[in-house]
């Protein structure tokens, strides 16, 4: 955005010496004038309205925007919508989409409070090749979601998750419960291993990610 003039407005940030300093810009997408912090208004392309429209959110006056919920609906839009969004190859750019059922954050809000919201929590796809919706979502810890993830560590050389070449040359199949590793078997191929871990996960009625088998 374009800086027009400084504003004889400052802060300090709770206990911290840092103090933020306010400027008036012009965003030449919808041509206003907007009132915001310098430096972050300095960095960015337009302003907040334009950005939320840019990734299919309603604007309303919820006057929520900088609460935690209102951030994690935010980076929802953005991964699935924003091609420009660091995440969004492994979601918008997949087919992972936003339901209507979530058009605004309203919507979004009654759900995450009938659903045991909390703050900390992550929002998580209990089918991760599914989308946003509320069928399909739940609340839960980092751990959880972690381990629900269908995109693989890049470092990852086999194509499965949990399984791992060995010296041998044979495909060794891991799993980790309760922070800790278990060993499920040795196979001459990834599949076989991939095949036992899915087994695994489904003998023992575990929340893990099961392997895509072709």
Known sequence: MKL???????????????????????????????DTEKQSGKRALSCK??????????????????TDLYKVYVSMNQRCNNIKAKAYK??????????????????????????DYSK??????????GNYEPANCRWTNKTVQARNTRVLREDNKTGFRCVN????????????????????????TAKLAAIAYNYYVENNNLEHTKNVII
Do not use: Q
């Not at 278990?182 to 196979?187: A, E, K, M, S, W």
């Open 49 to 66: 309205k334009c950005r939320d429209i840019g990734i299919g959110l309603k604007i309303s006056t919820h006057g929520k925007s900088n």
């Open 4 to 34: 027009i003039k400084d504003l004889d407005m400052r802060f300090l940030s709770g206990h911290s010496v840092r103090r933020h300093r306010f400027a008036t810009f012009f965003c030449e997408e919808c041509k206003t004038e907007v």
């Open 165 to 188: 070449l060995e010296n041998s040359g044979n495909y060794s199949a891991r799993i980790t419960i309760s922070g800790k590793s278990l060993h499920i078997g040795t196979y001459k």
């Open 90 to 115: 492994h979601y918008g750019l997949k087919g992972v989409s936003v339901s209507s059922e979530f058009d605004t954050f309203e919507k979004f809000e009654n759900w995450s409070i009938e659903n």
């Open 120 to 129: 900390g929590l992550s929002i998580d796809r209990i089918n991760p090749n």
